[in-house]
């Protein structure tokens, strides 16, 4: 199952290719970007010509126009904490907050590597104002795991992730738990010093 999860993350992390003659910011968009997106980032993953920096640096371009960093950063933090932060602290909290998200992917690529081929099957996108959800499952040997990619339009930049469930569990809600649980106890500096100890969802 810890291998599927890693497979999962990876998945999280995908392409933003161009569909010609598609409205970009039609909702059907943002469901045919992920399906031909996650089929990129696994044949990145499978490409044996690559060494581990270049398939880093490869897939860390791919990933960075995609998400929406400073969103999900945001949301991670909750209205409550974030307002807690000066605008020095809060750009010192994204860039380290991104930062784990990046080393907790890049850290477990290679348990994904040269594994069983991941079996992906999509369910019916829900769209729910100037959101679309588009569920996925991810299958790799004997275990499963079902995912829910959440995107919205960013102003002048078509549709972002913004949150992903995996097995009916938000990332942002379980990174903004331990956030409040870090500073129900501590200082904001204190908070900033152990992000890069904050467990990723999913982790073992």
Not at 59 to 66: G, K, S
Not at 103 to 118: H, L, R
Request: glycine residues 4%; charged residues 25%; proline residues 4%.
């Amino acid at each position: 199952m810890k291998k599927l999860i890693v497979s999962v993350i990876c998945v999280l992390f995908i392409t933003w290719p161009a569909f010609a003659g598609e409205d970009p910011l039609a909702p059907e968009a943002a469901e045919s970007l992920l399906k031909e997106s996650i089929q990129a980032v696994l044949d990145v993953l499978e490409d044996g010509s690559l060494s581990s920096q270049e398939q880093k640096e490869k897939i860390e371009a791919i990933v960075d126009p995609v998400f929406n960093y400073e969103l999900i950063a945001r949301l991670s933090l909750g209205p409550r904490n974030w307002p807690r932060l000066d605008r020095e602290q809060q750009a010192v909290f994204i860039e380290r907050f991104v930062r784990r998200l990046k080393d907790s992917y890049f850290d477990n690529i290679a348990m994904v590597q040269g594994d069983a081929e991941t079996r992906v099957e999509y369910g019916e996108m829900r769209v729910e104002n100037n959101r679309v959800h588009v569920p996925v499952r991810a299958g790799m040997q004997n275990a499963a795991v079902e995912m829910l990619y959440k995107f919205h339009q960013s102003e002048g930049e078509g549709w972002r992730v913004y949150d992903v469930e995996i097995n009916g569990v938000s990332i942002v809600a379980s990174y903004r738990s331990q956030f409040n649980q870090v500073l129900a106890n501590r200082t904001v500096e204190e908070m900033l010093d152990q992000i890069r100890t904050i467990e990723a969802p999913g982790a073992e």
